[in-house]
């Protein structure tokens, strides 16, 4: 479903997320219309493993991918130049996008079967996160095609960090 453009709200490393495929301009299109996002606010993007940033045009150097062997798999997303036109879609003009390659195997595997995912929170913008299922039903109603329920959920979202120099700067800070 998610490969065909579908979405969802699921669980992710840190909080429920609504999810599409990343790869698909309408159903991006789709979640902001959702959430009601800021046009201008790119959404992270959810990978399987840290050579996929690829796909997006990214070609990071060696500091750089020093650094995303530390922090990868986990909460951190990573923002990298990506300034391909192809995916202005994603990066809103800002010509860089939010990674993160997550630590749970189940995640990764799924990631692997539906490519990349658009992933931010479950919420209305401005609106607290979706805790529970519930909540995220409140939000969304009948608008998505499924939602997985994990319980509550009480993480943080992840942590943002950008590299500059070879180093970490923190833009974030939540879950790591």
């Known amino acids: 479903m998610l490969a065909g453009g579908g979405v969802g709200v699921m669980p992710t490393d840190t909080i429920y ?3 599409g495929s990343a790869l698909r301009l309408g159903t991006v299109a789709r979640i ?3 959430r009601k996002r800021d046009t201008k606010k790119p959404m992270i993007v959810l990978i399987a493993a840290p050579d996929e940033v690829r796909r997006f045009g990214v070609r990071p150097g060696v500091r750089t991918k020093k650094i995303l ?5 986990g ?6 130049p990506c300034r391909s036109k192809k995916f ?4 809103r003009g800002t010509k860089t996008l939010a990674f993160r390659v997550p630590k749970p195997t189940w995640l990764r595997a799924l990631l692997r079967k539906t490519g990349p995912l658009v992933a931010p929170s479950a919420n209305i913008g401005g609106k607290p996160p979706a805790r ?6 409140k939000y969304f109603g009948g608008k998505v095609q499924f939602y997985i ?4 959920l009480a993480a943080k979202p992840s942590t943002v960090v950008s590299v500059s120099g070879g ?9 790591a």
Do not use: C, F
Request: glycine content about 8%.
């Open 167 to 175: 180093k970490i700067v923190v833009l974030r800070k939540g879950a």
């Open 149 to 152: 329920d994990a319980g509550r």
């Open 75 to 80: 909460k951190v997303s990573v923002i990298l």
């Open 88 to 91: 202005a879609y994603l990066h």
């Open 132 to 137: 529970t299922i519930r909540e995220a039903k």
């Open 32 to 34: 902001y219309r959702l």
């Open 17 to 19: 997320g609504i999810v």
């Open 69 to 73: 062997k530390k922090v990868w798999p």
